[in-house]
């Protein structure tokens, strides 16, 4: 490699805003990262987050060959050695036990690398288990179910269309530090700010004075879990006021009676009752979103991932289509990207409950059970126990409920394969470790975020720097292993080409490509010629043509959602004696548990502590900055508690991701960090009643002093 100063163009992979870096390197040494300014979809902006890039390719603890445990720690292997132990070993497994004996477990980065999106598929499909699990369930999961029963297709997601936007509700979603999520929306504080210099209105809705909620017009306080109450009650007044305007939709639009009839009961002054917000408040937000062309309503982690993730979701959906913003310019649009366009007829759909999980009965989803059950799985004796795992970039034991209880369920595992590059809190339970080639050593192209996009764009990008001899990427990783653990048990399986080739293929038969005589006649050559990204043009409405439904229209009656009402109904906002609700809480310099080795994003103030009201820190004669033991049903942890009024009073907030201080991690700089895991408290035993999603918000919690 020459060692000439080179700038590199490429999107960041670290978030779901794929903002576009130049990069600036000497050998390999990066000098460098900026933002590209060239890049149409980001236009130069950058979060701390792109700096990491430089740590995480130089990071000492990064794996780089393979390595296998043994009696004194663990040893490097050749690949030929490790991939065989893995298939061999996992495979004898499920020779004597059964395909279900091995589970697998994909964690939220491999959604982040285009390989394993194109070659995670012949892993599950050698594998043969139904024991499937991923991020998914600890995140979005009620987004993908309802986009299935609303439009048809999990992938069919409709976004705000921020940039047309004269009023957007946020609720329980924090985009300036998550950079937008399940809506792909670099620059977004000054895309939020434009709504607001075109004389528009931005409105929060959340326990915590977020920093959104800080830049918005209006902040509203909510209890946790709550969200529900509120978001009938909006339906409710909508249709009772007969505010309701479907407009465009109105002719494939079905089950609107259906519905006026499951909210009734959820009127502004129930409502209020349950969330904290006024009744009048209500009434004029519910007129606001109807009366408002281009108003739009989102939520996210904290209407997802509590126990009613499913309901809320599908009620911000109906939102949307009564006050006629779906489909909409300034509503909420579909994406039209260059690679996985969605219309009807389009594979990969989904399916729900199909099957349940042996133990707890809960549903399946595309073949995936909750992750809530998977500690349970291999704890529960009798046939089907998991006996094995295979991991992809997750660390559940940080990421899934009761991470302890996991924990120790990891630790009786007959035997772990972990394709990462870090021993982490869960990789450290494997035999056998197989690290893929670093972020900037092959070749991307996001597939999952260019679905998501506020703007229908196209960026594929070259390796910054060449792999390092006998390296693997993630996608060859997938290959060998596949074709290995297929050997073991006697099954034929033939390898996939490279990502790029798959790539390629997809463009020029995509919506802009090649061979469907598409006028940008984009193929993966073409897209080449743009290393600062293609824009493709503002999103469009065009729902009725791509509708993925077997009759072509939205049913909003879905019946799993209206059985569930009554649960909602039925539900109750007090909690016994001293308990807090538990929320979680995230920080742009941070992103869930992969990011806490870099140090140029966990230096400066603590990030970690329990934020908790002052009146609440009075009532319990606790100090600001004490240290505090906080409990739940199956766990306690110890941190440091800090006064804020940033969380409402009966609420107390832990950012997710922390607590890298346990035996066996070797993350140099996470471990010195302080902090514990908040999913150390979280309950598996709470979820959403619908999907199974993991209920990560609203967890009873009880805080007193240490000593």
Not at 341 to 346: E, K, N, V, Y
Not at 507 to 510: I, S
Not at 622 to 626: E, I, K, M
């Given at each position: 490699?020459s060692?000439?100063?080179?700038?590199h163009?490429?999107a960041?992979h670290l978030?779901?805003?794929i903002?576009?870096l130049?990069?600036?390197t000497q050998?390999?040494?990066?000098?460098?990262?900026?933002?590209d300014k060239a890049d149409?979809?980001?236009?130069g902006?950058i979060?701390?987050k792109?700096?990491?890039?430089q740590?995480?390719h130089?990071?000492n603890d990064?794996?780089r060959?393979?390595v296998?445990r043994v009696a004194?720690?663990?040893q490097?292997?050749?690949w030929e050695e490790?991939i065989a132990?893995?298939?061999?070993?996992?495979g004898?497994?499920?020779r004597?036990?059964?395909?279900?004996?091995v589970a697998?477990?994909?964690?939220?980065p491999s959604?982040?690398?285009y390989?394993?999106?194109t070659h995670?598929g012949?892993?599950?499909?050698?594998?043969?288990?139904?024991?499937?699990?991923s991020?998914?369930s600890?995140d979005q999961?009620?987004h993908?179910l309802?986009s299935l029963?609303l439009y048809?297709?999990?992938a069919l997601?409709?976004?705000?269309?921020?940039?047309r936007?004269?009023l957007?509700?946020?609720i329980g979603?924090?985009?300036?530090?998550?950079?937008?999520?399940?809506?792909?929306?670099?620059?977004?504080?000054?895309r939020?700010?434009?709504?607001q210099?075109?004389?528009?209105?931005?409105?929060v809705?959340?326990p915590?004075?977020?920093?959104?909620a800080e830049?918005?017009?209006h902040h509203?306080?909510?209890?946790?879990?709550?969200?529900?109450?509120?978001l009938?009650a909006?339906?409710h007044t909508?249709?009772?006021?007969?505010?309701?305007?479907?407009g465009?939709l109105?002719e494939?639009?079905d089950g609107?009676?259906?519905v006026?009839i499951?909210?009734?009961p959820?009127?502004?002054?129930?409502?209020?009752a349950?969330t904290?917000?006024?009744?009048a408040t209500?009434r004029?937000?519910?007129?606001?979103l109807?009366e408002?062309?281009?108003?739009?309503c989102?939520?996210?982690?904290?209407?997802?991932?509590?126990?009613f993730?499913s309901?809320c979701q599908?009620?911000?959906?109906?939102?949307?289509i009564?006050?006629?913003?779906?489909d909409s310019?300034?509503?909420?649009?579909f994406?039209?990207?260059?690679f996985g366009?969605?219309?009807?007829?389009?594979r990969?759909?989904?399916?729900?409950?199909?099957?349940q999980?042996?133990?707890s009965?809960?549903?399946e989803y595309?073949?995936?059970?909750?992750s809530v059950v998977l500690a349970e799985?291999m704890l529960?004796?009798?046939?089907?126990?998991?006996?094995?795992?295979?991991?992809i970039?997750?660390n559940p034991v940080?990421?899934?409920?009761?991470?302890?209880g996991?924990d120790r369920?990891?630790a009786?595992?007959?035997y772990?394969?972990?394709?990462?590059?870090?021993?982490?809190?869960t990789?450290?339970?494997?035999?056998v470790i197989l690290?893929?080639?670093g972020?900037?050593?092959?070749d991307?192209y996001?597939i999952?975020?260019?679905?998501l996009?506020?703007?229908n764009?196209a960026r594929y990008?070259q390796?910054?720097f060449?792999p390092?001899?006998?390296?693997?990427?993630?996608?060859?990783i997938?290959n060998?292993l596949?074709i290995?653990l297929?050997g073991a048990?006697g099954?034929?399986?033939k390898p996939?080409?490279?990502?790029?080739k798959l790539?390629?293929?997809g463009?020029?038969?995509?919506l802009?490509?090649?061979?469907?005589?598409?006028?940008?006649?984009l193929?993966?050559a073409?897209?080449?010629e743009?290393?600062h990204g293609?824009?493709l043009?503002?999103?469009?409405?065009?729902?009725?043509?791509?509708l993925?439904?077997?009759?072509?229209?939205?049913?909003?009656?879905?019946d799993f959602?209206?059985?569930?009402?009554?649960?909602?109904n039925?539900a109750?906002t007090t909690?016994a004696?001293?308990q807090?609700?538990l929320i979680g809480r995230r920080?742009?310099?941070s992103?869930?548990?992969?990011l806490h080795?870099?140090?140029?994003?966990?230096k400066?103030?603590p990030?970690?502590?329990?934020?908790?009201h002052p009146?609440?820190l009075?009532?319990r004669q606790?100090?600001?900055?004490?240290q505090?033991?906080?409990?739940?049903?199956?766990?306690a942890?110890?941190?440091?508690?800090?006064?804020?009024d940033?969380?409402?009073?009966?609420?107390?907030?832990?950012?997710?991701?922390?607590?890298?201080?346990r035996g066996?991690v070797?993350?140099a700089?996470?471990?010195?960090q302080g902090g514990?895991?908040?999913n150390d408290?979280?309950?598996?035993s709470?979820f959403?009643a619908?999907?199974g999603?993991a209920?990560l918000?609203?967890?009873?919690v009880?805080v007193?002093a240490?000593?």
């Open positions: 490699m060692d000439s100063v080179t700038s163009y490429r960041c978030c779901e805003a903002c576009g130049e990069i600036t050998g390999r040494e990066i000098l460098a990262i900026r933002g149409p979809f980001s236009r902006h979060c701390p792109a700096t990491a890039l740590d995480l130089t990071d990064r794996l060959q393979p296998k004194n720690g663990w490097t292997v050749s490790a132990l893995a298939g061999e070993w996992l004898s497994i499920q004597q036990h059964g395909n279900d004996a697998l477990y994909a964690g939220n959604v982040h690398n390989g394993t999106m995670g012949l892993i599950r499909k050698a594998l043969k288990t139904r024991n499937c699990y991020a998914t600890l999961l009620p993908q309802l029963a048809g297709h999990q997601i409709p976004v705000p269309d921020i940039d936007s004269r957007m509700v946020i979603g924090n985009p300036l530090a998550s950079n937008g999520s399940m809506m792909t929306v670099p620059d977004v504080t000054k939020l700010k434009a709504i210099s075109r004389g528009g209105r931005l409105v809705i959340d915590r004075r977020t920093e959104t830049i918005a017009d509203h306080f909510i209890r946790p879990g709550s969200d529900g109450f509120l009938l909006i339906i909508i249709l009772a006021e007969e505010w309701q305007r479907l465009h109105s494939i639009v609107v009676d259906a006026r499951a909210v009734a959820f009127t502004p002054a129930r409502a209020a349950a904290g917000i006024a009744e209500i004029s937000l519910a007129q606001a109807a408002t062309d281009g108003a739009v989102y939520g996210r982690m904290g209407v997802s991932t509590q126990a993730g309901l599908w009620a911000i959906q109906v939102i949307n009564l006050i006629g913003a779906l310019e300034g509503g909420a649009l994406c039209s990207p260059a366009h969605i219309s009807r007829g389009a990969g759909a989904g399916h729900f409950n199909r099957w999980s042996r133990v009965g809960l549903p595309d073949g995936e059970f909750p799985e529960t004796e009798g046939p089907g126990q998991v006996r094995g795992l295979l991991t970039a997750g940080l990421s899934a409920p009761d991470g302890q996991l369920a990891l009786g595992l007959e772990m394969v972990a394709i990462d590059f870090y021993i982490n809190e990789t450290r339970h494997a035999q690290p893929p080639t972020p900037l050593e092959h991307h996001d999952a975020f260019h679905r996009a506020v703007r764009t990008n390796p910054v060449e390092p001899a006998g390296s693997r990427h993630d996608w060859q997938l060998e596949s290995a297929a048990k099954e034929p399986l996939l080409p490279a990502p790029a790539l390629d293929q463009l020029q038969y995509g802009y490509g090649a061979a469907s005589d598409a006028p940008q006649a193929s993966l073409r897209l080449q743009y290393p293609l824009d043009g503002p999103l469009q409405p065009g729902l009725a043509e791509r993925c439904t077997d009759n072509g229209r939205i049913q909003l009656a879905v959602i209206l059985a569930d009402i009554p649960r909602l039925s109750t909690l004696g001293d807090l609700l920080h742009v310099r992103n869930n548990s992969w080795n870099a140090h140029r994003l966990v400066g103030k990030r970690w502590q329990l934020l908790m009146d609440d009075a009532q606790l100090a600001d900055g004490s505090v033991r906080i409990e739940s049903r199956v766990g942890v110890q941190t440091t508690v800090v006064a804020s940033e969380v409402m009073p009966g609420v107390v907030s832990l950012p997710h991701g922390w607590g890298h201080q066996g070797q993350l700089v996470a471990s010195q514990v895991s908040c408290l979280t309950d598996p709470l959403d619908v999907s999603n209920a918000n609203g967890v009873p009880r007193m240490v000593g």
